[in-house]
């Protein structure tokens, strides 16, 4: 009894572990879309980036660090992933997206899938193979609890978290926090939600619209390479391809909290994480993905516009 | 020479001239070498992206949704189609055509379901709907160990021919032209334009788009069924990069339009397979030319206008005048 | 006289907002009706529910005797209940001709297979669907635009063209949404004697939103007033000049021009 409480448990963290990864990736979707009614297809790839960039700029300041705290390289280093990504979010979009706000919405999103593409590609060029990440702290394993196998054959299950997954989880609710508090309480923030209501009225009350914009996509790209460069240390081994397997699947659970609603994607995020560390529980894994797109179907047939989203507003 | 074209462009005779042209060289290439095995393979892939261009502008063109999932369907054709040729009536190759159209009728079935779930859901949201139900049936396949599972399928035979694909892309381009310029198409379109208007005008919304997913679904399928008697299938190709491609192509050649998808797949595939020398370098500059493009052109190349030879007689008004003669 | 369109008892809420209350009106064959009001009285609301856009919550809407409320918008359309709408809703990329023919399609008998093999039934259809349209399109001057884009055509030949569209359905009733919007006084009036030319050549029974004052007064034989989701008012133009609860409501003292 004991023991499959404690097994549950594990699961749990690595569900948590999952969800916040996939947590601030689906922030970065619903941020933009909040603001601009648009799909950010490139969103995935500047994740895959934030891994990438992260090992480049590890390999580079680790000598330099060597006599401080690790800690403290993994603070630099993410604090510089999150900056040079966010402001990648936010170029592309001065480029690529703004001059098409008025062609149709498809236009846009095509284009954002161009730009992906052309992220991954040149990706590819640079790192044609997978590369391992370099290990930015020492991944110290805590035991939580013990438990002897009940059938007594096997080993005991032994309840552990390590090092990075806290960190993982710690680092993920600062940043969904100071957003929530960005969004709900600070000018920038109302601003924000102001255009999600009504692009164009915006503009007449003297809020720079062009400049919010152009914040929303930072942060939510900041987000989003900060969850790549937590994935890479979650799972050493990157390749330029992991961008759209896993960004396709923080979109669906963006889509599934409700896009455009930041809680929603907190929601859909952590969803998703428990639905693919789960699923394997009961059924071998190569059903996982069975498992959870069917899930999340199930959940868009009878909720369509996510669980926390609404139907648009449409004037007759 | 000039004086000949304008004259052409305006005929009617052309289309069908170069048809019967092309039907002509394809059945002569089987029994002449003509053309390289390689450069046989090229124009097949040609009418394949053809096929998946023109059926999905159906649904992302003219009713103007936005569905990622053709993948999906391409894979549902070939699967099935390449189990009725190996497992269930091996080698007879009379039978390939009823193959195909078994591979496109299960696709459409799927296609019907999508249907029903778009009456609730549109833009984004069916968006995502789609992109689901690609992943769905690609696991599908790779926990189905009958099919080979994420192996892949064996053993099926080399059955698409030029011929045939050629038969398939005038089909696939006749029937969604025939639907486009008539009532069924008129109503698909003004979904796009309207769905509010369209309602209160009369226009039976649920029908359409039953029809344009039948349809678009069907020759997905088809377009499937061809590529599995080419080539090796498995699970993995048929994925939201496959997807992706097939997407880039409709909107690179225009959408609403035929003339656009012809164009869009007949310029990404000569451009796919020329640029494979460079590498990982190819995706990158398709990916810029695609971002170039939608800054310039956001409808595509031919967006919204439509090849003269394609369109019906009665639908050609000559500009200024107001009645038929 | 003959009732063809009654609205009884209707309520609608949307959650916790009441937009019409205990609405009850009653069109006759053969009228041109008015609905005035403030505006956010429920009016467009009104014309939503009868084509069916939304359901009522309470009451009944009746058309010809028979109930029509909770039908599909579709369905109303092809009964005979044509519309246009307040911020006009056209096809705007699509020709002239294409829009009207829209709404005649309906009227064709074909089916898809018919259709893809291009057989007879399906060729005479289409060209019929064609000189319909085309004749359609002569009184209102438009015939000449047959194969301009709709989208291009300056606003009062597109509100023609929304009139001409839902003519098409060959309807009985025909709602206009605030038809004279944006006009002036010159243009209303053409527009007053166009409409009485409409109900007359086209038979049809019209029920119109409007704040033009003069147009109302001038074209309609029976008029409802609205004011925050209930009927204030109900009677001949004369009457509703004469009430006093209207004045004070909407016309604010003296007869006024709106617009």
Request: aromatic share 10%.
């Amino acid at each position: 009894m004991l023991y499959d409480f404690l097994y549950l448990a594990q699961q749990t963290i690595n569900a948590l572990q999952q969800g916040s990864i996939y947590a601030l990736i689906a922030l970065g979707y619903s941020m933009v879309y909040g603001v601009l009614t648009m799909i950010n297809f490139a969103h995935g790839d500047l994740f895959m980036l934030g891994a990438f960039a992260c090992m480049l700029l590890a390999g580079a300041l680790a000598p330099l660090f060597v006599t401080f705290p690790p800690f403290l390289l993994f603070l630099v280093v993410l604090l510089l992933v999150m900056a040079i990504i966010g402001f990648l979010g936010a170029f592309i979009e001065r480029v690529a997206y703004r001059p098409l706000r008025g062609a149709p919405r498809v236009s846009a999103i095509i284009t954002a899938l161009g730009c992906g593409l052309l992220i991954e590609s040149l990706t590819l060029v640079a790192f044609p193979y997978s590369k391992s990440m370099p290990t930015l702290m020492r991944n110290t394993t805590f035991e939580l609890a013990k438990v002897a196998d009940p059938s007594g054959t096997g080993a005991p299950l032994t309840l552990t978290i390590t090092a990075l997954q806290i960190v993982i989880i710690v680092v993920s609710l600062v940043l969904m926090v100071a957003l929530d508090f960005l969004i709900r309480k600070t000018r920038w923030g109302m601003a924000m939600r102001a255009i999600s209501f009504d692009a164009r009225t915006v503009p007449l009350m003297g809020i720079p619209a062009n400049r919010i914009i152009s914040m929303t996509f930072l942060i939510g790209a900041g987000l989003g390479g900060a969850a790549g460069m937590l994935y890479g240390l979650a799972y050493p081994v990157i390749a330029p391809s992991m961008g759209i397997l896993v960004g396709w699947k923080a979109f669906i659970a963006a889509v599934v909290g409700g896009i455009g609603s930041i809680r929603g994607a907190v929601l859909g995020g952590f969803i998703l994480g428990a639905v693919e560390v789960l699923a394997v529980v009961v059924l071998p894994s190569t059903y996982r993905d069975l498992i959870c797109y069917s899930l999340l179907l199930v959940i868009l047939i009878f909720k369509p516009y996510g669980l926390l989203g609404h139907a648009p507003n449409q004037k007759v | 020479m000039n004086a000949f074209l304008t004259q052409a462009a305006k005929a009617r005779w052309p289309l069908p001239a170069l048809v019967i042209l092309g039907f002509a060289i394809a059945i002569l290439s089987q029994y002449q070498p003509i053309f390289s095995g390689y450069t046989q393979i090229i124009l097949i892939t040609i009418g394949i992206n053809i096929i998946l261009c023109a059926s999905l502008n159906l649904v992302n063109g003219y009713m103007g949704e936005f569905s990622v999932g053709h993948a999906g369907f391409m894979s549902l054709g070939a699967y099935t189609s390449a189990v009725f040729t190996t497992k269930w009536l091996p080698d007879i190759p009379m039978l390939f055509p009823v193959a195909v159209i078994f591979g496109g009728m299960i696709a459409a079935i799927i296609g019907f379901l999508l249907a029903l779930l778009s009456f609730k859901t549109r833009g984004d949201y069916l968006a995502i709907i789609t992109l689901a139900f690609l992943m769905i049936v690609k696991s599908t396949w790779e926990n189905i160990t009958y099919v080979g599972g994420p192996a892949g399928l064996l053993g099926v035979n080399k059955m698409t021919t030029l011929p045939w694909t050629l038969f398939w892309v005038v089909v696939t381009i006749l029937v969604i032209r025939n639907l486009i310029y008539s009532k069924f198409g008129r109503a698909i379109i003004a979904i796009r334009e309207d769905e509010i208007a369209a309602n209160a005008m009369g226009v039976r919304v649920r029908e359409a788009k039953i029809l344009a997913f039948v349809v678009s679904s069907f020759f997905g399928g088809v377009a499937g069924a061809l590529y599995a008697h080419l080539n090796f299938i498995n699970p993995k190709y048929f994925d939201i990069v496959k997807s992706t491609e097939i997407l880039v192509m409709v909107y690179l050649g225009g959408v609403s339009s035929l003339g656009g998808s012809i164009l869009g797949a007949v310029i990404f595939t000569v451009l796919f397979n020329k640029l494979e020398p460079l590498g990982y370098w190819r995706m990158a500059i398709l990916s810029a030319m695609l971002i170039a493009l939608m800054l310039f052109r956001p409808r595509g190349i031919m967006g919204m206008r439509e090849l003269t030879w394609l369109l019906p007689k009665r639908e050609l008004f000559p500009k200024g005048v107001v009645e038929k003669p | 006289m003959s009732t063809l369109l009654e609205i009884a008892g209707v309520t609608k809420r949307f959650g916790g907002l009441c937009a019409i209350s205990d609405c009850n009106v009653s069109v006759q064959t053969g009228h041109a009706h008015g609905i005035i009001g403030p505006n956010g009285a429920g009016k467009t609301t009104l014309f939503n529910l009868i084509t069916g856009i939304y359901k009522p919550t309470e009451g009944a809407i009746r058309f010809r005797g028979e109930s029509i409320g909770g039908l599909r918008p579709s369905r109303i359309a092809n009964i005979g209940i044509g519309r246009t709408f307040q911020n006009i809703r056209l096809c705007k990329a699509l020709t002239v001709l294409d829009n009207v023919r829209i709404a005649f399609d309906s009227q064709l008998r074909y089916s898809p297979i018919e259709a893809l093999f291009r057989l007879p039934r399906s060729a005479h259809d289409e060209q019929r669907s064609i000189d319909e349209s085309m004749a359609l399109l002569q009184p209102f001057g438009l015939a000449s635009h047959a194969h301009d884009i709709a989208g291009d055509l300056p606003y009062g030949l597109q509100r023609k063209l929304e009139i001409a569209r839902a003519l098409a359905l060959k309807p009985d009733l025909l709602l206009l949404d605030e038809p004279a919007a944006g006009m002036n006084t010159g243009e209303t009036a053409a527009l007053t004697e166009f409409l009485r030319w409409v109900r007359t050549e086209f038979k049809v029974t019209l029920v119109l939103i409007e704040h033009h004052m003069h147009l109302v007064m001038n074209l309609c034989d029976h008029i409802t007033v609205l004011d925050f989701g209930q009927t204030i008012a109900d009677g001949t133009p004369a009457e509703i000049r004469a009430n006093p609860r209207v004045i004070e409501a909407y016309l604010g003292g003296t007869e006024d021009e709106q617009g």
